[in-house]
């Protein structure tokens, strides 16, 4: 029962850190956030496309040439410092409800799989009205750029969970 409380506690403190960092952006250093990404976090008024916003920002993508920033035309177009604080903090949240290393690891790295599988299907619905493309070649090079992104997402949680793990676990 705590690594799927972890999974969850994980997965939204990350979403609510970003939410929070975005929404206070323009006090934010442009280090931690483009100033861009921002504007077009602020510009939003839909939450859906808010949401999508810290989804380019939560998972970049590393391998192809396409970016998920890029492909939906707005959000941050690359890595982020804001996006390993984010993961390696859910990650720490993600072990601390989980309580064991190796429970903790599951619960962070699960919970960046399962944000990605959200953000690919918000984004999907976003843009689309049939629901019945969900398996077209757009729908799946949606999924694949997206689960592309979270290899750095799994990596900061990675760590974020071994530690929150460490920290919580059973002394005997």
Excluded: C, H
């Excluded at 720490?92 to 619960?107: C, E, H, N, T, Y």
């Amino acid at each position: 029962m705590g690594q799927i409380l972890g999974i969850i506690a994980g997965l939204v403190t990350t979403f609510v850190i970003v939410f929070i960092i975005l929404t206070f952006g323009p006090f934010i250093p442009a280090d931690v956030i483009s100033g861009n990404v921002v504007n077009d976090f602020l510009s939003r008024t839909d939450l859906e496309l808010k949401l999508t916003v810290i989804g380019t920002v939560l998972y970049p993508t590393s391998f192809t040439s396409v970016n998920f920033g890029t492909y939906v035309g707005y959000g941050a177009q690359g890595s982020t410092v804001l996006m390993f604080l984010a993961w390696g903090t859910g990650g720490l949240v993600a072990g601390l409800v989980s309580r064991d290393f190796v429970q903790g690891i599951l619960s962070a790295i699960f919970a960046v799989i399962l944000g990605a599988f959200l953000t690919w299907l918000l984004v999907f619905f976003i843009r689309t009205t049939d629901p019945l493309t969900i398996l077209s070649g757009e729908s799946m090079f949606l999924m694949q750029v997206v689960l592309e992104g979270a290899i750095y997402p799994a990596i900061a949680a990675f760590v974020g969970g071994l530690l929150g793990g460490g920290i919580s676990r059973e002394r005997r």
